[in-house]
């Protein structure tokens, strides 16, 4: 057993460390989740029309640990897609801290009534998060990335097409059910990925050329 622990490449895995800015990045989450300024709210009807369905609390409180295991499969498939994706996580969650500093939102909670497993789900949601930092959806933005990032990998494949969209489709209509976000919070996040992302693909070009024109000039 300890022969099989020795055995294992651990450097292959290095990359895997800079998933450590994520409690950095929710720290930042914590200190942009007040408001000492000047709230506004983006409810339309359409929201309003939306029910309140605390069974979706499951779906949206396991965010977090989808994002890290998508993340994971990643690296395992394609380094370069995990690279891509951690950096559009870092470039749009940045984003949105910037916004709620500057632009606070929030999204009207329904009074919770009962004693079942969902309903206390939704107390622990509720507790743990303060009705702001609205838009963008953090929540969005991350669970269409690793949807898109997945569309245009070249590990793609029926079962994961189905598996990881199916499951951010979920997570992000259930910011919505359980009244976390509204429509147009759901909305900027995944503009906000179609923005960032081509930008870091750009960057990734420029990277490139760079490189090849400077082992042009060793070669020479």
Known sequence: MLQRVRDIQWKKYTP???MLVFPFLGMMYKWTNRSDQDVSSLVTSIDQA???IKYF????????FYIYVCLVYFFRKDVNVYFRALLT???CALVCYMIYSVFQTTVPRPALTGNDPFTRLMEYIYNRDQPFNCFPSIHCF???MVMRMLWTSQFRNK???ILITGMSSLIILSTLFVKQHVIL???SGILLVEIVVPIIVLG???VKVSRARQNRSYEA
């Open 89 to 91: 996580y870092i470039v």
């Open 57 to 64: 609390s499951l779906p949206y409180s396991i965010w977090i």
């Open 50 to 52: 939306i029910p309140f």
């Open 185 to 187: 919070d759901a909305v």
């Open 204 to 206: 990734e070009r420029l």
């Open 16 to 18: 895997l460390i800079f």
């Open 142 to 144: 991350s669970s269409y």
């Open 159 to 161: 079962w994961n097409m």
